[in-house]
């Protein structure tokens, strides 16, 4: 039964891989915060006593002090620190936004507007992707090798009748309409609404974080002049984890559809098989072939 096959599926690789997975995720981010955390402050709180000397000097402000002062916002950014506001911005690696650094790594995103800054941090990023890359590859491949066998009667379609075949279509249709609609058009509208972008930009950042491009110029959680929940950038990992496992799902999906699509379009057209699997002939009459008697 392709019910049991996939139970048995995810109850013997797939739940075990998750879980897995999962777990590693929290441990990036334990580590990724213990790292990383005192560093960011410590660059937060160097820069903020750098603006406030800016601020007292800019009467006197000359050239060479102006791209002093440069210099230590670059280097700021560098490290993750936001020039605006001031020090009760929200932190770059509290636990939330550890475990959206974290998911970046092992899908591979890396937006770029984010790195460890510590010896510590940047030796175990490089540990930690080298095992998570593998992990997430391994979970979203065995994702899809789950769905697939599920669908295996897709396969044998042309044995059933057609009001069967109507109906897996139908139901493949819906299952991308609504995993498009959940993965691809309403999450870029909660985060246009909640970074006061237009759809159009939220939509061109789900986009480039799901096919993993990350370009950086667009990333969520990250205007200081905004108040966000707490696990606001943990909920964007986790959608971009979903989203990315969707993909590997409808991937493999999608030629199959067409394809089955374009038989049942040929079919009630009058082409291509009968119901009953036979070929059809074009209402001519083939001439038997007389055997030759020796």
Known sequence: MPHAGLCSCWGGRVLPLL?????????????FQ?????????????????????????????????????????????KG??????????SNWDFGSSFFFAGTVVTTIGYGNLAPSTEAGQVFCVFYALVGIPLNVVFLNHLGTGLRGHLATLERWE???????LL???????????????????????FSHVEGWSFGEG???????????????????????KH????????????????????????????????????LWLLSRGFGLKEGGAPKTD???????IPISA
Not at 81 to 90: A, L, M
């Open 19 to 31: 879980l897995a997975y999962v777990c590693y995720l929290l441990l990036g981010a334990t580590v």
């Open 34 to 78: 213990l790292l990383e955390k005192q560093a960011e402050a410590h660059s937060r709180d160097q820069f903020q006593f750098e603006k406030l000397r800016f601020l007292e000097n800019y009467t006197c402000l000359d050239q060479r002090a102006l791209e002093q002062f440069v210099q230590v916002i670059m280097e700021a950014w560098v």
């Open 81 to 90: 620190v936001n020039p605006k506001g001031n020090s009760t911005n929200p």
């Open 159 to 165: 044995d059933q009748p057609r009001r069967s075949q």
């Open 168 to 190: 897996q279509i139908l139901g493949l249709a819906l299952f991308l309409t609504l995993g498009t609609l959940v993965i691809l058009v309403f999450p870029p509208m909660v």
């Open 203 to 225: 939509f061109y950042f789900a986009f480039i974080t799901l096919s993993t491009i990350g370009f950086g110029d667009y990333v969520v959680g990250t205007d200081p002049s």
């Open 228 to 263: 966000y929940i707490s696990v606001y950038r943990s909920l964007a990992a986790i959608w971009i984890l979903l989203g990315l496992a969707w993909l590997a799902l409808v991937l493999p999906l999608a030629p199959l559809l067409l394809h089955r699509c374009s038989q």
């Open 283 to 289: 209402g001519l009459h083939r001439p038997q072939k």
